[in-house]
Each structure stands twice: as C-alpha cells, then as structure tokens.
C-alpha cells in the first residue's frame, strides 16, 4: 500500500475518530450553560407570560416540590387512562395531562425497574404536563382551577372521555378526549353558546416543564434535544435549552405543524389538526421552568351555535413504527424528525429497518448487530476483492518502489512522478483500498446513531455481561471486573469489548503491508490502543459492531491474500517479492 493511500486511510480514521470524540470532550470540558434561575422580590417564581390570547403557565409549574408525587395525585379527583402503552391518569382540576407512564419501558434495567414517567403533576418532583383551554373577551372562561365534569371514570382505546363545564351564562365547554393504542391522545376543544349573545374564544394548548430533564446535557450536534417544533413542513432543531435561557422566547407562525419538547428517547408534542393558522412560542418560564403553547385564531360564537378545534397530543416513547404512522395518517405532520436522524439520514433509516427486521427475526439486538456485519461484509466483497487485488499487487511492486524512493529521496517531485508511472505501467490503484473504508464510515455512523437516538435499542440485553447494547460495556478489568468496589471514569471505565476491539484492530493492521515510512509506523502502531480508549465510553452495540468487523476483516484478509498471493503475482511481473 503506498503512503498516499496510507495517509488517505489515516485522515479517515483520524476524522471518524475526532467525529464521535468531539461529543464526549465538548460535554465535559465545554458543557452548556445551566439555566438561571430568577425570581421576585417576595421570593415566589414569577409566571412566563403567554402568546397573544393565552394565558401563562402556572407558577407551581417553577416551584421548588413541596408534594411527594404520590400526594399530588392524591389531592384532586381524577379520571385513570389505561392503554396498550400508557398507564396513569388525568386531573380534572384544570384538565390536565399530567400523570403518564410507559407500560413498554422502564427507567432502568435490573430487578427495581419500575414503568419510565413522562409526565408528572405540579407541584411535584419533575413537574411536566400538557393542558387545553380558551381564552375570550366578556365571557367565563374555565381556567387551571376548573373543576370539570368526566363522561366516565376510565379512558381507554376506542372509548373516549367528555370532559364539560358550563359558565354561570350558558357557554358550555368540552374536551372530548380520545386515545389509541400507542401514544396518541386526540382532544377536541368544543364551545356550545347557549347564552343570548355571541361570545368571541380563542383555543390554546400547552406543555409546561419544571426543568430541562436529565437528557439536556446530551444535546449536541449530533442530535438535538430539548424544545423544538415543526411548522410548515420545517424542522427546527436550532432553539435549545441555552437559546430560551439567553433570550426568553422563540415565536413561530404556520398554518401546520407541532411543538414541543424531545427528549432522548421520550416526545411529547402538541399538533393543531388542519390548516388553521396558529401562533407558537417556546419560552423560558421561571427559575429552571420552559414552556411550549400555541393559540389558534379566535372565533365568534353566536348564541345557538357551536365550534370546535381538535388538536393531537403525542406524549410517549418516540418508536419509529408509531412515529411513522401518525406521519401517514397526517395526524401529526413530520413527527418522525423528532428523532434527529442527522446527515445521513437516507442511509440511516434503512440500517435501521433492517437491524428492527433481523431484530424481530433474531428476536436478540446483540446477534442482530452481528448478522447486520455479516450482511454490511457480504455486500462489500465484491469491493474488498477488487482492493485486495490492488493490495496483493502492491506488495509484489514493493522493490520496485523502494528503489525510486532511494533513487530519489532527494527529490519528492521526481520519486512521485516515477511512482505515478509505475502505478499506470503496472495498472495499479493505490488508491482502491480506500474505498471499502469511505463506504463503511456512513455505516458505522448510521448504526452510531441507531444507538445512542432510537428506544428500540434502549435497555437491550445481548449476552454474559452485557444487559443494555446502548450503554458501554459494563465488564471492565481495570476494578477487577468489579472485585474492587469502584467505577472507573470516562476513558478509563475500558471493558472487555473495547479490548477486544484494540487487539482484533492491531491483528488487522499487521496484515496489512509495512509502511515504509517511520513514522506511519509508528501512528499505525499505536492507532489501535488509541482506538480502543476513545470508543470506551460508547454503547457495547457499536462497540460488538466493530469488533465482530475486525474478526472478519481478519478472515477476510487471510482468505483474500490467499487468493491472489503475492509470489504469483511476482512471478507474472517478472520481480521478487519481499515478506512484510
């Protein structure tokens, strides 16, 4: 292999390399700003004032908890919501989203894992909920402290639930909730004027969170999490925790679309069904508070008539397979984007599909990542050949060009011309075993991504030791494989996995010709060690990708230099070939 191609080959690796590291080194030494926290004179956290027309969020939403979780629940009449996917309820005081767990997913892995929350009520540790309303001009509206009247004590799939409240002058309101059976609540916001005169409301929504959440710190530029929304068919993933605690509010305006706040793994969204214009803001509340609303246009109700406005609310796990259908039924316009795919995101979505397949053929994420290496290898063979070709003809023309290189060591201009001519008389690209790398880098990336972004693999077991392919390898010799009662750090936290993957690499680049350059030899001599402590803190899945690639890169290797042996080659070009 000529240093060009070495040297192409060590900026790729160099460059994947600082690609999934810079994540790492910018959390830790570059971390965002923390949210700053205000308050009033008296003390008590001042409320986030809302769009034209709505009001603003409560302030129990900012306060520091002064109710254990379960007391708030307890303190006001509520009706329970029981799906396939989502247990918990809702409180009538207010109409309010505010008691959500996943049936799916747990908040951790082992014996005490418990159903993950999403959603919690104020006043309590991690307050976050979701609330519908109206505003008017000259009428009663209900308000946070409304208590309404249910149609029924449970909301379940296929049996919605009508929440009503009638004013002291005959304007009647109603929530008619409805819910499926993944993560999808259909509420709509209905107003009856059974008065004498018109009344003008104003529909709104909300989504109130007493802080950022433990995910806030993983926002970087390779995903995005915190606020974001989407609004006439654009996804924004530029408005962050940091831009609302630096500038207060972001506005949006469309006839279409969603807002909200994403989570890693969670989504709750807010989305205006049809083309009504709506106005949208993401703002900063008080002290670690934020909060997400919309308001639609108002509306005149004469006396005798109704209106309604039906909005959807996603609040669950962002599974591709519900996210992909909201998508189509058009229920919720690119919600699928809630999952920051990132640049390559026409090469991810297939990996993707394809790791879910073998996974339920499999019905193991572990082998599945191993099938999918097998099938990433089958597909390049064709490509691998043709660069071992190249290679094995490389190593026969080695005396060759370590004869220019002496010949000419005193003038690089005139040794590359020389070489050049060898490679075109000899027909030989050194630049053919740089492709197989330049095509598995968006592969590795994709299933980087796949790891770290999608749910699916949260909390997957492969085998032994490893209980969740998205977290690093637990297993590590440096405490003693847990002999010694402590957890190494960061870098130093290595597991058998990255082992693994230093030595399969070394083995890898032995195999390959000998740099003649010293100090090639020197980078491709520590590169893999290297290697195996950057990708320490990552998931074991990407770790057991790449070391099962090694494996078979290794096989591969022995079987292709094999084939086109370098003697024979020789023989044909008439030169003798040295041993590397």
């Not at 005959?170 to 259909?186: P, S």
């Not at 605690?245 to 989504?267: H, I, P, Q, V």
């Not at 509340?285 to 109700?301: F, N």
């Not at 880098?441 to 749910?455: D, E, M, N, S």
Request: proline residues 8%; hydrophobic residues 45%.
């Amino acid at each position: 292999m000529s240093s060009d191609t070495r040297n192409m080959i060590l900026a790729i690796v160099l460059s994947a390399a600082v690609l999934l590291g810079w994540g790492l080194f910018s959390e830790k030494y570059f971390p965002a700003p923390k949210p700053a926290v205000t308050a009033t004179k008296s003390g008590a956290p001042t409320q986030p004032a809302g769009p034209a027309g709505t009001p603003a969020a409560p302030a129990a939403a900012a306060q520091a908890p002064a109710l254990t979780r379960a007391q708030a629940l307890r303190g006001v009449p509520r009706v329970a919501i029981q799906t396939p996917s989502l247990v918990g309820s809702l409180s009538l005081k207010g109409a309010t989203f505010d008691d959500l767990r996943m049936v799916t997913h747990t908040d951790r892995v082992g014996n005490n894992a418990q159903p993950a929350r999403l959603l919690s009520p104020a006043g309590a540790q991690g307050s976050y909920f979701a609330r519908f309303g109206w505003t008017g001009q000259g009428v009663a509206v209900p308000d946070a402290n409304t208590v309404w009247t249910p149609s029924a004590t449970t909301l379940t799939p296929g049996k919605p639930v009508t929440l009503s409240w009638t004013n002291p002058t005959g304007q009647r309101f109603e929530l008619i909730v409805a819910v499926d059976d993944g993560y999808l609540f259909t509420v709509n916001q209905k107003v009856s004027n059974l008065g004498d005169g018109p009344v003008a409301v104003r529909p709104f929504g909300l989504l109130s969170r007493a802080n950022a959440g433990p995910d806030a710190k993983s926002d970087g530029w390779t995903h995005h999490v915190g606020p974001m929304g989407v609004f006439d068919g654009r996804a924004e993933y530029e408005v962050n925790y940091g831009t609302l605690d630096e500038e207060s509010s972001k506005r949006f305006s469309g006839n279409s679309g969603w807002l909200g706040f994403t989570d890693k793994y969670w989504l709750t969204a807010l989305a205006p069904a049809g083309e009504a214009p709506l106005q949208a803001t993401l703002r900063k509340g008080t002290g670690t508070s934020y909060q997400a609303d919309y308001a639609l246009e108002p509306t005149v109700v004469a006396p005798g008539r109704a209106i309604q406005a039906t909005t959807h609310l996603f609040a669950g796990a962002k599974e591709k397979k519900w996210l992909d259908s909201y998508e189509a039924s058009g229920a919720v316009p690119l919600i699928s984007d809630s999952i920051d795919w990132g640049w390559f995101e026409w090469f991810m979505r297939p990996i993707f599909a394809l790791l879910i397949w073998l996974f339920h053929t499999i019905g193991n994420f572990g082998w599945a990542i191993i099938a999918l290496t097998f099938i990433v290898r089958l597909i390049m063979y064709p490509i691998f050949d043709r660069q071992f070709r190249s290679m094995a003809a490389m190593r026969a023309m080695q005396p060759k060009m370590k004869e220019i290189q002496e010949r000419h060591k005193d003038d690089r201009t005139k040794m590359q011309t020389e070489l050049l001519e060898l490679y075109k008389r000899e027909k030989i690209n050194p630049a053919a075993g740089c492709l197989p790398i330049f095509l598995q880098i968006p592969v590795f990336y994709a299933l980087y991504k796949v790891l770290t972004v999608t749910v699916e693999m949260r909390h997957q077991p492969w085998a032994l030791w490893i209980k969740d392919l998205s977290a690093p390898d637990p297993l590590t010799p440096v405490n003693l494989f847990g002999l010694l009662n402590f957890d190494p750090p960061g870098l130093l936290h290595l597991g058998v996995l990255p082992i693994l993957l230093g030595i399969t690499m070394y083995l890898q680049f032995k195999l390959n010709p000998a740099p003649m350059d010293d100090v090639q030899k020197q980078i491709f001599s520590i590169m893999p060690w290297v290697m195996m402590f950057a990708m320490a803190p990552f998931a074991a899945g990407l770790q057991l990708y790449w070391v099962v690639s090694n494996i078979l890169g290794i096989v591969q290797q022995k079987y292709l230099y094999s084939k086109y042996d370098a003697e024979k080659i020789a023989a044909k070009a008439g030169v003798a070939t040295v041993k590397t």
